[in-house]
């Protein structure tokens, strides 16, 4: 395995003959960050309640290439979208809306078009959080941001990707350094107030804390975290032959939401009537209505209070905080087996218990579990869209991926055409953290 074959040189060297003609400067100015994209093998849909997750980054994602400018103009184009955002570093950035309630969905899973529209946003959010904690920046920056082929609106965090890569760009264009927390803070001062997204801290820890082959574990709570070594790790480019795992994205082809999905926020909304529900039944109404803020004993002693619909989130809630705990020990005993299970033992929850997830997604979870040589599956991000993951032996991962492109393309013939037979499902190695290359 090597973390290395992403960014290749040829992605590289394209976005620098574009930044440099952008930029009318030399292309040996421009400067890059990487920012790859994150799973969440366990800790789904916890985060925004305190919880603890595990998370790891692929050798997939964002690249943005940049050239500091002279003066405080910012100029960005996108290899995904087009026209162009201008804006200047120092002009004065408010929250895109005022409340976060249903409008941060709109955002979250806009129709193309919109996005169209509105890709700057990230760009602007970061100098949002930036100057909300008393950056004042002086120079902007000349850039071109592109994401891996065909991954874009798939669970993977492509958002906190691209908020990252701005921030980084941003701070490294204007010789500011920041620790790993501050740009998680920044991140969420981006999603939660500027875009107005209820999430928690899980995209965001992942992309800026992982580490090449390790499972990171964050408590979203306390925002302490450890980096968790597999016993077959040699060093930082090598794991050895015995567990040898690859980690398969198998595409839904939905980029967009299902007119009849709940929403994001919606769910948040519901944990957090929960807690309210646990708390006040245990007398503790003075805490904040989070789930981690409510012991274990007191949810089995209250839980009947719940109506159906808030007990399942609840039940979600405790049952994938044990799934992580017990699989962070499979992960440091080098126990694939195990660890695959519970991961596809929390697909499951957020199937029944969250009650995410949408047809295409459950078909593909389903398929992969029957996928020769796979550990676990799930699948990814908020489930309203995007991709499944799964962790498989290496040694069967073109057998596995095949199968899966020939089931769902059976089951899903018009989503399949969507996303195009080369790209269904791609095989990927871990990855390492969002910097400057
Ligand atoms: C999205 C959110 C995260 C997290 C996941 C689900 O990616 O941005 O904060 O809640 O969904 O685990």
């Given at each position: 395995m ?16 574009k930044?440099?003609?952008i ?8 400067r ?5 994209y994150?799973?969440?093998p366990l800790g789904?849909?916890i ?7 595990s998370?790891m ?17 910012v ?7 087009k026209?162009?955002?201008?804006f ?13 309630s ?20 990230y760009?602007?959010g ?7 904690r008393?950056?004042?920046l002086?120079k902007?920056?000349?850039?071109f ?6 991954l ?6 492509s ?9 980084i760009?941003?701070?490294?264009a ?9 740009n998680i ?21 992942a ?10 574990c964050?408590?979203?709570k306390?925002?302490?975290h450890?980096?968790i070594?597999?016993?077959?790790f ?6 050895s ?6 980690i398969?994205?198998a ?15 919606r ?9 309210r ?5 245990s ?21 009947s ?9 609840a ?18 005993a080098?126990?694939m087996k195990?660890?695959g299970?519970l991961?596809?033992?929390?697909g ?8 995410s997830g ?11 579990l ?16 995007g ?11 073109l057998?596995?991926?095949s ?11 018009e ?10 499902v ?10 400057v290359?």
């Open positions: 090597d973390e290395m074959s992403w960014p290749s040189q040829s992605e590289m060297d394209a976005i620098r003959g930044v440099a003609k930029s009318g400067r030399d292309a040996k100015e421009v890059f960050v990487v920012s790859p994150r799973i969440c789904a849909h985060d925004h309640q305190g919880g603890t997750v998370a980054t692929i050798n997939k994602g964002i690249l943005l290439g940049f050239i500091p400018s002279d003066d405080s103009q100029l960005l184009s996108s290899g995904q979208f026209g162009e955002v201008k200047r570093i120092d002009e004065i950035q408010l929250p895109k809306f005022s409340n976060g249903n409008n941060s969905v709109q955002v979250k899973n806009s129709s193309k078009s919109e996005e169209e529209s509105n890709w700057g946003s760009a602007k970061a100098l949002y959080a930036l100057q909300k008393g950056n004042c002086k902007g920056i000349v850039g941001i592109c994401g891996s082929d065909g874009d609106s798939s669970g993977l965090s958002s906190a990707a691209v908020g990252i890569a701005y921030l760009a941003f701070e490294n204007n010789n500011l350094t920041m620790s790993p927390s501050e803070e920044y991140d969420r001062l981006i999603e939660n107030e500027y875009l107005g997204l209820r999430n928690g801290i899980l995209d965001q820890s992309i800026l804390l992982s580490s090449y082959g390790c499972l990171t964050m408590n979203c306390t925002k302490e450890k980096l070594l597999p016993p077959n040699l060093n930082s480019h090598t794991i032959k015995k567990n040898a795992y690859k398969l994205l595409l839904s082809g939905l980029k967009q939401a299902l007119t009849t999905n709940p929403g994001y926020n769910r948040v909304a519901e944990c957090q009537e929960a807690a529900i646990l708390l006040r039944a007398g503790k109404e003075g805490l904040e209505p989070l789930l981690s803020n409510v012991q274990l004993e007191t949810y089995e002693a209250y839980k209070k719940l109506e159906p619909n808030l007990a399942k989130r039940e979600h809630y405790f049952s994938e905080n044990k799934r992580v705990m017990k699989g962070l020990e499979a992960w440091a080098g126990n195990d660890f299970k991961i596809s033992e929390s499951l929850s957020s199937i029944k218990n969250y009650e949408c047809e295409p997604l459950i078909q593909l979870y389903e398929i992969l029957r996928a020769p040589g796979v550990f676990g599956a799930r699948f990814s991000g908020a489930g309203f869209r991709c499944c993951i799964a962790f498989v032996d290496a040694d069967c991962a057998e596995a991926a199968l899966v492109k020939n089931e769902y393309c059976k089951l899903q013939p989503l399949a055409s969507q996303i195009g037979q080369e790209s269904a791609v095989i990927c190695d871990a990855g390492d953290c969002a910097r290359i």
